[in-house]
């Protein structure tokens, strides 16, 4: 919708966020790089899209009727989307999330009207470094808490509403704006956004290639050992092997990031293109930056940036 509009309710004001050329960062470099600013939605993240797509799809196919409560384990991205719209539409939503993530994301949460669970991180993890075994404690509690309440799950790891939120949205949006582009490359939670956008590029043209973008050190989705599973990359690099949304079909390759990689690019955002930002917007722009420098130079790359920076500051993203 054109943002002129008046929209009936916020939900309608998830989603066509605007597309950025990197051009100050790139004026050396030889080749493009396209930013979509998904932190423009009302939540500060593109996790607003797949809530709602979420939502929507249980209640269509009377998975979830007025009056039931929605629970969901969270880095805070995914449950202040559904927040969004469990207020919207009246539901309650209980958010789970380790204690190892960003104090904002729990207070956000809480002042849309959702219920925040805090789960303690594993005994050798630091705060702000969740791991796949903090993750496994969040996934058990969720479980709980849905039998407890018989609750629906909207479980962003198994719903295909997930990768089909940016399927029919991001993706289309992004090659609208671009006017086309030759690759992609996304930072793996869950994988839908990954999973959504790469089914779409490779239908319009499946020479655009996509890539994963892994902590360096847990990429256990492209096989290698996991050496630093406390990375401080939030909201994802889980060391998942396994994601039940993303075809290995569609990946033609993985690319790692180191944490400092991640936390100057998303520093370098902000100071050189004016664009605040999260670890993940960093390390998608340090993994473009090597394709850029790489196989794919005098190319057209396009990223996300997953979240705003203002849900980081209590972290030391932004210490100096």
């Not at 423009?40 to 799809?57: C, F, H, L, T, V």
């Not at 582009?181 to 490779?202: E, Q």
């Not at 096989?223 to 949304?245: F, K, S």
Request: proline fraction near 4%; glycine fraction near 10%; charged fraction near 20%.
């Amino acid at each position: 919708m054109p943002h002129e509009t008046l929209y009936p309710s916020v939900l309608d004001a998830i989603g066509n966020t605007p597309m950025v050329e990197l051009s100050r960062i790139t004026g050396d470099l030889d080749g493009h790089i396209f930013a979509k600013l998904e932190f423009i939605n009302p939540g500060y993240s593109k996790k607003d899209r797949i809530a709602r797509q979420m939502i929507e799809e249980a209640e269509a196919e009377g998975a979830l009727r007025p009056g039931d409560t929605v629970v969901e384990l969270t880095s805070g991205n995914t449950g202040t989307g559904l927040a969004i719209v469990c207020a919207v539409k009246g539901y309650h939503f209980v958010a789970v999330m380790s204690r190892g993530n960003s104090s904002e994301r729990a207070r956000m949460m809480a002042a849309l009207g959702a219920e925040v669970v805090l789960v303690d991180q594993c005994p050798d993890s630091t705060p702000g470094e969740v791991s796949g075994a903090d993750l496994a404690r969040v996934e058990a509690k969720a479980q709980e808490i849905v039998r407890q309440r018989r609750a629906f799950r909207a479980d962003q790891f198994q719903l295909p509403g997930n990768s089909r939120a940016h399927y029919r949205h991001t993706a289309p949006e992004i090659m609208r704006q671009a006017g086309g582009i030759d690759a992609f490359c996304d930072f793996i939670g869950s994988g839908g956004s990954f999973a959504g956008c790469a089914r779409y590029f490779k239908e319009c043209d499946p020479a655009i290639q996509c890539y994963i973008v892994e902590p360096a050190g847990a990429a256990a989705f492209a096989a290698e050992a996991v050496t630093r599973p406390n990375h401080r990359i939030q909201g994802g690099g889980y060391a998942m092997a396994d994601l039940a949304l993303v075809d290995r079909a569609r990946v033609d390759g993985c690319l790692g990031v180191s944490d400092a990689d991640a936390i100057k690019m998303a520093r370098r955002l902000a100071r050189e293109e004016g664009l605040f930002a999260g670890y993940s917007s960093g390390a998608n722009l340090a993994a473009a930056l090597q394709l850029l420098q790489g196989a794919h130079q005098g190319e057209r790359i396009a990223i996300l940036l997953p979240d705003s920076g203002l849900k980081y500051l209590s972290t030391d993203l932004w210490s100096r």
